[in-house]
């Protein structure tokens, strides 16, 4: 599976993004979904998961109420829709594929990562 995220930007605070990560490959439908992040000296965490099927969400205290993951299996497409963006949600953001969970270790797919800067 090869993992393509797109949508990062600069953006004030208070605005929105939406992420998209875009997978090849025909088992894209088998793997839970995730969106991590790193920002600059830190370590990457953890930011939403979603099961193969979508039934399952899990989201970091730190984005609940504000971020939404989707998926589409039919077009192997994920979601990430950042709403009420504050300053500290800047950082590198990255999807990966693999088992449910909010280790990065369970991940065994990892996309470019796309910037999403938030300005004050």
């Known amino acids: 599976v090869q993992l393509q995220a797109s949508g990062g930007g600069l953006v004030q605070a208070g605005g929105s993004l939406r992420l998209s990560c875009a997978a090849s490959?025909?088992?894209?439908?088998?793997?839970?979904m995730g969106w991590f992040r790193q920002a600059p000296a830190k370590e990457r965490e953890f930011v939403a998961i979603?099961?193969?099927?979508?039934?399952?969400?899990t989201y970091a205290d730190s984005v609940k109420g504000r971020f939404t993951i989707s998926r589409d299996n039919a077009k192997n497409t994920v979601f990430l829709q950042m709403n009420s963006l504050k300053p500290e949600d800047t950082a590198e953001y990255y999807c990966?594929?693999?088992?449910?969970?909010?280790?990065?270790?369970?991940?065994?797919?990892w996309g470019q990562g796309t910037q999403v800067t938030v300005s004050s």
């Open positions: 990966a594929a693999g088992a449910y969970g909010s280790d990065p270790g369970r991940y065994i797919y």
């Open positions: 490959g025909r088992t894209f439908s088998s793997y839970a």
């Open positions: 979603i099961s193969w099927s979508g039934s399952s969400l």
